[in-house]
Structures are given as C-alpha cells and as structure tokens.
C-alpha cells in the first residue's frame, strides 16, 4: 500500500479536476449553464448572467490516506485517497480570490484518479469573506495537452457547477469548465495551475 501512494502522490496526478471534455465555444458552456437552471432566480430586475472567468495557483496541503476514515473511509477498505488544495488568484466578480477544494479520490491504473468519489467540499472566497459554492467531478491525466507548458505533470478539464453562495453570491448560479494541471514548482512540490471559465448568474448590484 506504502509503494502504491508514493507512485500516486510522487506523480502529481492527485489533483483538483480533469476530463477529456474540452470546450470549443459557447455551445459547451451553455449545456453546463443550462443544466444548472433549475437554481436561477430570473425575475426581472434582480438577476443578471455574466463571465465568469478566475485564474488561481493552488497548494496541496495533504494528499494521503483518510486517516479518521470520516469523509474517505479507510484506505484499505475502500482505496481511497483524501485530497485538499489550497489557493490564491484573482477573477471577474472577486477581484482576489482565494479558494479550497477538499475531496476524496481513487487511483486509477497508470496514474491518475478519479474524483470526488462521495464527498468534496468545494468554494472560492473573495475579499469580502463573501462564499461561491462549487460542484466539479472528472479525472485527472497523466501528461499534458497542447498549449500547456512542458512542466505540466497531469492536467485535468472538467465541468464545474456554480451551487449558490453568500453575500453577493447568495442564490448565484451557473457553470463552465476547468482548464488546469499539476506542475513542479521551485520549492520541490507539487502545486496546480486553475482556469476557470464560464457563465455566473448572479444578483443585480451585488
């Protein structure tokens, strides 16, 4: 089991998001925004549809077994993985935003894995302490796509779903896709790369 994590982590294919979705135009984000519509609050006057558009470097700050096995279960009863990442960056409708993604992942066969696998908890924050909840699930590839740096260790592109928030985000909604990867940074550590982009609804004047 010990052989089987150091390949995992040592790879960097734990990360947030990924899968062979990619979007061409606005059709993709669209059937995203679309399937999410069901939370729109669209009375005229009080709700508005934007870009949506954040860019953010994330920190893993643990990657490993469940060790309480109160969100994951334990590994060796359910192969599981639990995951957490960390970051800071800026975005349309934030301005700094910082985000935190939590959730539980299973290894794949030549690196990778998928996620979440039944729990994940998921927001970006602004400055205001205001909160965007997020859905996201996908895959995670070992390698790298065409346009991503060669540094790249594994790359992940997936639908997101916007769920609602508070303050100004309160009854927010909407969704897009993730465009992110894993690299190797200057300290030794595994880090990640977000771009996030979409279509927000969201309160007039918030």
């Excluded at 558009?53 to 969100?71: C, F, R």
């Excluded at 990442?85 to 794949?108: A, D, I, L, M, Q």
């Excluded at 992940?156 to 465009?179: L, M, Q, R, V």
Aim: net charge negative; aromatic share 14%; hydrophobic share 30%.
């Amino acid at each position: 089991m010990k052989t089987l994590l150091k390949l995992i982590l040592g790879m960097g294919v734990l990360a947030l998001f990924a899968d062979c979705q990619t979007p061409d135009d606005n059709e993709a984000y669209d059937a995203v925004y679309l399937k999410n519509k069901t939370n729109n609050i669209r009375h005229s006057g009080e709700m508005r549809t934007l870009g949506f558009n954040v860019t953010l470097y994330g920190t893993y700050e643990y990657q490993g077994p469940d060790e309480s096995g109160d969100k994951c279960g334990l590994f060796e009863d359910t192969g599981l993985i639990l995951v957490r990442n960390t970051g800071v960056g800026n975005g349309t409708h934030f301005k700094k935003v910082s985000s935190y993604f939590e959730f539980c992942v299973r290894p794949v066969a030549g690196g990778g894995g998928t996620y979440p696998e039944g729990y994940m908890e998921a927001y970006f924050e602004d400055e205001d302490g205001d909160l965007l909840y997020l859905e996201v699930a996908g895959q995670v590839f070992p390698g790298r796509l065409p346009g991503m740096p060669s540094f790249a260790l594994s790359y992940f592109k997936d639908p997101f779903t916007i769920t609602g928030g508070t303050g100004k985000f309160e009854g927010a909604s909407g969704g897009g896709f993730t465009n992110d990867y894993n690299y190797i940074a200057k300290d030794g550590m595994v880090h990640t790369s977000h771009h996030w982009q979409g279509k927000i609804t969201m309160r007039k004047g918030k």
